[in-house]
């Protein structure tokens, strides 16, 4: 990040295209596309990028009144899933000749093109727009190859026919890119992959692409999958109602997840003489820790599936992987703290449609639970797992 002098100089700069100004906060989509195009670094300074919120384009100051939730507001906009790959910045408050602004640094991403709503966003001197296709191929050449997360990294023996093609551009091109960039789009199949993080520079698909658009996701990752119990008692021994292999790409398997859920929880007719429609277990807390599981467990050192065990009195889940990153056993569950051991399939669930909310996942698990009468959920965590318990509210 950038000294205090080093900020102090562009504040007063009227010339780099490294700055952006917005006198207050209520354009959030022009300040989110200034995110992206620095992220994206088109010019290739190598610099990060700065946003004054509360200073106006003729320098002046705004007489802005920055408060906490507001910059509380900006830092979560890294983390909303609506930028993407996350971008990395930072946000605070200073005083600068006089006027007290909110800094927001964006750091060149090393994993272009970063895209606010499926559209990359570049500057070009003064000008901010949408990139064109050769822009973007710009961007994917400048990527910094050997610092990708893991799930980003090709697989040496995989290619590209080992993806449903077919099922890339009719399912999943349409959620990833604005309608307008599919309109003028001239890339190659294997241009649209790179591109959007889901092979490397020699084609090979990395295990999101596997995961997202694979023909047989556990020939390449063998613990790719949900194994599905449901028991007709409290014991893992009792006798078994149900059982199933929930296998194929990740959108796949929650779709399968979400018409079991369905098919499973019962909603009682009658209490007594009082008519209830409160259902044993609310469907989005399950739905919510199933896509948590599929989204954060270890893909690359385990071949151990997620495990969904219905009870007759509970629901366990456990999946492979402990906490990652900044995440640790003092802040778990708290608000806005998250980090991803898959950036890449967090990006591939945004795009379609099964992580909206990135950061809010256990505080949706809570609400459910609460609104519908259960106890909150129980988290056991280890080094190699993370296993969660809901309990029923009868």
């Excluded at 750091?107 to 001197?125: A, D, H, K, L, M």
């Excluded at 949408?130 to 040496?156: F, H, K, M, S, Y």
């Excluded at 992959?193 to 596997?210: E, M």
């Excluded at 893909?299 to 992987?321: A, C, L, M, Q, V």
Aim: include cysteine.
């Amino acid at each position: 990040m950038l000294t205090e002098d080093e900020i102090h100089d562009l504040f007063r700069d009227t010339e780099s295209d490294r700055v952006e100004r917005k006198a207050a906060l209520t354009d959030g989509t022009k300040i989110k596309e200034a995110i992206c195009a620095f992220a994206n670094d088109y010019p290739g300074h190598g610099k990060p990028g700065v946003i004054f919120v509360g200073q106006n384009d003729d320098l002046s100051c705004a007489a802005l009144e920055i408060t906490s939730r507001m910059l509380e507001t900006l830092g979560g906009w890294r983390g909303d899933g609506n930028i993407l790959p996350f971008p990395s910045m930072s946000v605070a408050q200073m005083a600068i000749d006089g006027c007290t602004v909110a800094v927001v640094q964006v750091e060149p991403s090393e994993n272009p093109p970063v895209r606010f709503q499926g559209r990359t966003w570049i500057r070009v001197g003064p000008r901010r727009a949408i990139a064109t296709a050769a822009e973007e191929n710009r961007l994917v050449e400048r990527r910094q190859w050997l610092n990708l997360p893991r799930d980003a990294r090709g697989l040496a023996e995989a290619d590209m026919s080992d993806l449903d093609l077919r099922r890339f551009q009719i399912e999943y091109l349409p959620a990833a890119f604005g309608p307008e960039i599919l309109a003028a789009n001239g890339r190659t199949i294997e241009e649209q992959l790179r591109s959007l993080h889901l092979v490397d520079r020699t084609g090979h698909p990395n295990i999101a692409a596997i995961l997202a658009v694979g023909l047989d996701p556990t020939a390449w990752i063998p613990g790719a999958y949900i194994q599905f119990l449901a028991l007709t008692g409290v014991e893992l021994t009792s006798d078994i109602r149900d059982q199933k292999r929930i296998t194929g790409t990740v959108s796949d398997q929650l779709r399968q997840i979400d018409e079991l859920v369905d098919l499973l929880i019962v909603t009682p007719a009658r209490i007594g003489s009082i008519r209830t429609e409160s259902p044993t277990y609310p469907a989005a807390a399950i739905q919510q820790t199933i896509r948590n599981a599929v989204l954060h467990r270890n893909y690359f050192d385990s071949n151990t599936p997620i495990r969904f065990t219905w009870y007759s009195d509970r629901i366990e889940i456990s999946s492979p992987g402990g906490l990652f990153g900044g995440v640790t056993s003092s802040n778990f569950g708290q608000a806005g703290v998250a980090d991803y051991r898959n950036p890449t399939l967090a990006e591939v669930m945004r795009t379609q449609g099964y992580a909206e909310r990135f950061g809010l996942g256990l505080q949706i698990v809570r609400d459910s639970l609460a609104k519908n009468g259960n106890p909150p959920a129980e988290y056991r965590i280890d080094d190699h797992f993370v296993h969660v318990t809901i309990r029923g509210n009868q």
